[in-house]
């Protein structure tokens, strides 16, 4: 077992209290014990509430009062100055005045206090020492809890971004290749009556029959290929109509010019700035827009009710920043005297520059 500090200060008080009880007893004086009792019992109320450490005073004034009636009380102030130096009670020291004509008891007494004095600096080596491992242990905790909520996140992006090329496929065959194909099956069912030659014709319906289902099979595809429930505006609202506190939700501009990658963004953004204000505020109102301009989608959450003078930000939004920044945006918090405000700027790339992008990165 290793020994603690707060271990060696609690053996040397012993020590030094069972030297008093023997020359208690050697001297037949009653009133050592009194002195002792309460040496003892102010030691251990110190032991016990951390703010009575003042307490320690009191233990040089009785033992200087003590001193008159008792000459071995001389004793027990080393006692007391071995831990008022342990704990940094300086002042104690103004009581080797009474010992300047006895130079062999003030040499005890600064031994004792060097004593004390080393002690507490090697205690309080040990709090900083473990300071800083809590402070490592916390930041390690943090940089893991970080790691994960970012993996996870990275993967619905990447999921999202599989949802996004799919529609953009979807969306160039139905676009390009669809229309021309089922203009050529229309031209090619209107030329029909054009044909008279009967094994022209038989091989004209087989033609036309299999570009009829090769039609069907782009229809087909079409509809796997188009997302089902993929993040809009829609889903905004639907978090909003989730939240116990009413919300007032309003939103302007072209919703279908922002990329899903974009919706999902701020879908996490609304949802932690939500609960932001669930676990840190008492909020009359809470008020949401979303803002799409030519370039950018702005989302806005504002809420009363903050306590405090600053702004309560957790680290789920300090996390947030990462991801908004992450797709190119910005996220800021502001606080204007009890009204919180969590807003997030996301750049609208057009199709090319995000094909670009993909394409360096």
């Known amino acids: 077992m290793k020994f603690a500090p707060h271990h060696w200060l609690i053996i040397c008080k012993t020590l030094g209290f069972s030297l008093l009880f023997f020359f208690c007893i050697e001297a037949g004086e009653q009133v050592g014990f009194f002195l002792l009792l309460a040496l003892i019992t102010l030691f251990v109320l110190r032991q016990r509430v951390k703010k009575m450490e003042l307490t ?55 031994l004792s206090g060097l004593g004390g004095y080393f002690l507490g600096c090697w205690a309080d080596e040990k709090e900083n020492d473990f300071q800083r491992r809590f402070e490592l242990r916390s930041q390690v905790y943090e940089l893991e809890s970080r790691s994960e909520e970012l993996t996870a996140a990275t993967i619905q992006d990447t999921r999202m971004a599989a949802v996004a090329e799919r529609a953009r496929i979807s969306r160039e065959i139905h676009d390009n290749a669809g229309h021309d194909i089922i203009a050529a099956y229309i031209s090619f069912q209107t030329l029909r009556g054009l044909v008279k030659d009967a094994e022209v014709l038989e091989m004209y319906d087989a033609t036309l029959e299999r570009l009829s289902g090769g039609v069907g099979k782009i229809r087909d595809i079409l509809h796997n290929l ?104 910005n996220l800021s918090v502001n606080q204007d005297g009890g009204v919180f405000k969590v807003i997030c700027v996301i750049p609208l790339l057009k199709e090319a520059e995000v094909n670009d992008q993909s394409t360096f990165s």
């Open 226 to 329: 188009t997302p089902t429930g993929a993040p809009s505006i829609g889903q905004l609202e639907k978090i909003c109509d989730e939240f116990p506190l009413e919300i007032q939700f309003k939103y302007y501009g072209d919703m279908g010019n922002v990329p899903t990658y974009i919706w999902n963004t701020l879908a996490v953004c609304l949802k932690e700035s939500l609960t932001n204000v669930s676990r840190h505020a008492t909020s009359s109102y809470v008020k949401a827009v979303v803002d799409v301009s030519t370039h950018i989608i702005r989302l806005c959450v504002e809420n009363d009710g903050v306590v405090g003078s600053i702004a309560p930000v957790g680290r789920g939004l300090a996390n947030l920043r990462y991801r908004v920044h992450g797709v190119g945006g």
């Open 56 to 110: 320690i005073f009191i233990d040089c004034l009785l033992c200087i009062s003590f001193i008159f009636w008792w000459e071995d009380a001389s004793y027990a102030l080393l006692i007391v100055m071995f831990e008022a130096l342990a704990k940094k009670q300086y002042l104690a020291l103004l009581t080797m005045v009474y010992f300047y004509t006895s130079p062999e008891f003030l040499l005890l007494y600064l």
